[in-house]
């Protein structure tokens, strides 16, 4: 009989530590409307999380060009219409982050698949309408079928830099 409560006590455990990180899993993979403070460039911007405090994020997946000379980073072509786009895009608005498999890069900016408050899917619509291309790193490789071929798309209608 002892040996059956044991079996039980354990399956509980067992069900209980599982319903605990699947909750936990899923409340770090998207987050509610977040207001954006502050856009950096077109794959780089600042938010105010749900702490209250401003978090820099960076668009998974894409790459847009350097707006501006900083340090050894030098402009590139297509860069102030990409930063452009991307304000028009994110100023002042509300946002939903969606995660992969890192939350945080190197430099500690946060990294996510940014949705607008309309359910517009910001990563894929910056290359689809030309204004970043692809940039995958393994693990965070979600998307990277989706954006290779909006990328394609945009690149054979010659949108935004490839014109």
Request: hydrophobic share 40%.
């Amino acid at each position: 009989m002892q040996e059956n409560q044991r079996v039980f006590h354990f399956l509980y455990l067992l069900l209980f530590l599982g319903f605990f990180f699947s909750n936990e899993i899923n409340a770090q993979q998207k987050t509610g409307l977040l207001r954006v403070s502050k856009v950096v460039d077109g794959d780089t911007f600042w938010l105010i999380n749900a702490r209250g405090e401003e978090e820099k994020i960076r668009l998974i997946g894409v790459d847009s060009p350097e707006a501006r000379n900083a340090g050894r980073v030098k402009k590139e072509y297509f860069g102030a219409e990409s930063s452009a786009f991307a304000k028009r895009m994110l100023d002042g608005k509300r946002v939903r982050l969606e995660y992969d498999a890192q939350r945080k890069d190197r430099y500690q900016r946060t990294l996510a698949y940014v949705y607008l408050e309309d359910g517009t899917f910001l990563n894929a619509l910056l290359v689809r309408e030309g204004y970043a291309t692809v940039a995958t790193f393994p693990p965070n490789v979600k998307y990277e079928k989706l954006f290779i071929r909006l990328q394609r798309e945009a690149r054979s209608k010659k949108k935004g830099l490839w014109k």
